[in-house]
């Protein structure tokens, strides 16, 4: 994780290739009038918070946690502010954690040393998630499976950090230290982890990024990386071998007859079914989510598609985990504009549509990172919006992700403003999941009463509600927005001097379900 067509609908003939790319129009926003509103709009909108190197979050690893906090607050109101229904936080960023943990050292990104613990000390990961909530905002727990250790650190890690405990399962390669996935004790590590962080915390989603197998390393040099991989022509260079060796010896001792990149595919699925059935063994509601890199496999790939293979390199079959249904949602990322032919924007999510037999969801990952940025390829102001409204083209692809927080918090050549001027004006749920869990709660009640601020909506809690979606009526028009179900008052204010007079409102529990509708009017 680093780093439209003149006709927005996929090519009738797969086989042509690629649509000629072009711009996209804009649609108008829609106004909704009528006796009823309706359904509540749907599409899931996050942005990704890094903490490894301190890319999003905290500014600096010896931050105050109280400076620590203030940060986090920003980014939640900014987020809250543009409309996002979700934060995808990094909570492990090299084996390490930025929540106290019995299994992983503290990150040096959020304390300034290896395993050292904050002073005073707190919880990060438990803030975030109760901030969140506090906003009607999904959290969805961000971990590196496999990286031991980032070339940005620059602290010895901490005695009871994995590569000191378990050095044999972690490897060498190039300016970072890697786990092995061939070695069981690295993907128990790693599993462990990750369930410890579902059954102790309140967390929406797990979240896990392209890093599996590590991108490859030029040979000799120590450069490359995932940044060379976006560049097309890097991933044809001679690369540094990734020296698993000894775990490979041993399964071929041990009978296997796998080659070695399907035992190292077969490596990958195995954690990736491991974890999805963990996590709906301790807590159904809970999703999870992948991001893996944007090109598919080179024998499925849309004719005129061409790049990095992660199927080849990093040795991830997201094909198959779709298919096999190991996952509740799927965020490739698609970091290439709408206009670049060999890696078309438009092309690759229909790729990434169409591998989805079992009905996941796919919410491709955008780089809006790149906008504005000042390097040779920046994007320009409109095609993250472009982007947007693309993905909305389709119905089957309802969201997407940011990568990451930072540009938003920057207002980088004024994306922020665009995308609440023109893609979220107002607020969205996050798609329902049926799958792990269909039964809707109870119509919340509700009474409403005219105030000096405006409507008071008074709302009776609903049992197994975390959300309340809400349609005000202000003269002739219905407007969305959404509230923790924790609140027991909302206050509607007016709009340019027109009073809310009437409410519809339901009840949405973890994964999505709505109940039946309540009313009320002045």
């Known amino acids: 994780m680093s780093a439209c067509s003149t006709s927005p609908t996929r090519p009738e003939d797969p086989a042509a290739g690629p649509v000629a790319a072009g711009p996209v129009p804009h649609p108008e926003p829609p106004r909704y009038t009528g006796d009823e509103p309706p359904a509540a709009p749907r599409e899931f909108r996050a942005a990704w918070v890094s903490t490894?190197?301190?890319?999003?979050?905290?500014?600096?690893?010896?931050?105050?946690?109280a400076k620590q906090q203030a940060e986090a607050i920003a980014?939640?109101?900014?987020?809250?502010?543009?409309?996002?229904?979700?934060?995808?936080l990094q909570v492990r960023p090299s084996a390490d954690a930025i929540y106290p943990s019995k299994l992983e050292p503290w990150s040096e990104f959020m304390t300034g040393r290896s395993g050292k613990e904050p002073s005073p000390m707190w919880d990060p990961l438990q803030f975030w998630i109760a901030q969140a909530h506090a906003r009607g905002m999904e959290l969805h727990a961000w971990f590196n499976p496999y990286r031991?250790?980032?070339?940005?650190?620059?602290?010895?890690?901490?005695?009871?950090?994995?590569?000191?405990?378990n050095p044999q399962a972690v490897k060498t390669y190039g300016k970072l230290l890697w786990m092995d996935p061939g070695e069981e004790a690295a993907a128990q590590q790693t599993l462990n982890v990750i369930l410890d962080v579902v059954r102790r915390y309140d967390i929406d989603g797990v979240h896990i990024d392209d890093y599996f197998y590590p991108y490859p390393i030029e040979a000799p040099a120590a450069s490359g990386g995932e940044a060379s991989a976006l560049d097309t022509p890097s991933w044809q260079k001679p690369e540094l071998p990734f020296p698993d060796e000894p775990s490979w010896q041993?399964?071929?001792?041990?009978?296997?007859?796998?080659?070695?990149?399907?035992?190292?595919?077969?490596?990958?699925?195995?954690?990736?079914?491991?974890?999805?059935?963990?996590?709906?063994r301790e807590k159904s509601w809970v999703k999870f989510g992948i991001s893996p890199f944007g090109i598919g496999r080179p024998d499925r790939r849309p004719r005129g598609i061409a790049g990095f293979s992660q199927y080849d390199k990093l040795y991830a079959d997201a094909e198959l985990w779709l298919q096999k249904g190991w996952l509740d949602y799927l965020a490739p990322q698609l970091y290439w504009p709408i206009a670049q032919a060999p890696q078309a924007y438009p092309v690759l999510l229909d790729y990434w549509l169409a591998q989805n037999t079992r009905g996941r969801h796919v919410w491709p990952g955008l780089f809006t990172s790149r906008t504005a940025d000042g390097s040779a390829k920046p994007f320009g102001p409109n095609e993250i919006v472009q982007q947007i409204d693309v993905t909305r083209s389709r119905p089957a692809a309802r969201g997407h992700l940011h990568f990451s927080i930072a540009p938003l918090m920057q207002n980088r050549g004024g994306l922020y403003d665009r995308l609440k001027v023109q893609s979220y004006q107002s607020a969205a749920l996050v798609p329902a999941s049926p799958w792990l869990g269909d039964r809707a709660p109870e119509a919340p009640t509700v009474a409403v009463k005219r105030g000096e601020n405006g409507l008071a909506v008074a709302l009776g809690t609903s049992k197994n509600a975390i959300t309340y979606a809400i349609w005000a009526r202000y003269g002739d028009e219905w407007r969305f927005t959404v509230a923790p179900a924790t609140k027991n008052e909302v206050v509607l204010r007016d709009l340019a001097g027109v009073p809310a007079r009437a409410v519809v409102v339901t009840a949405v529990d973890r994964v999505g379900n709505e109940s039946a509708r309540a009313s009320a009017k002045v």
Not at 52 to 65: E, G, H, L, M
Not at 75 to 88: Q, T, Y
Request: proline share 5%.
């Open 52 to 65: 490894v190197a301190n890319i999003d979050w905290p500014s600096r690893s010896n931050a105050p946690p």
């Open 75 to 88: 980014i939640l109101d900014r987020a809250k502010a543009l409309n996002l229904n979700a934060i995808v």
């Open 148 to 165: 031991a250790r980032h070339g940005a650190a620059r602290t010895p890690l901490a005695k009871e950090h994995f590569a000191n405990t």
């Open 250 to 280: 041993r399964y071929v001792r041990g009978g296997g007859t796998l080659d070695r990149a399907g035992w190292r595919r077969q490596n990958v699925d195995r954690l990736i079914e491991q974890i999805y059935l963990g996590i709906r």
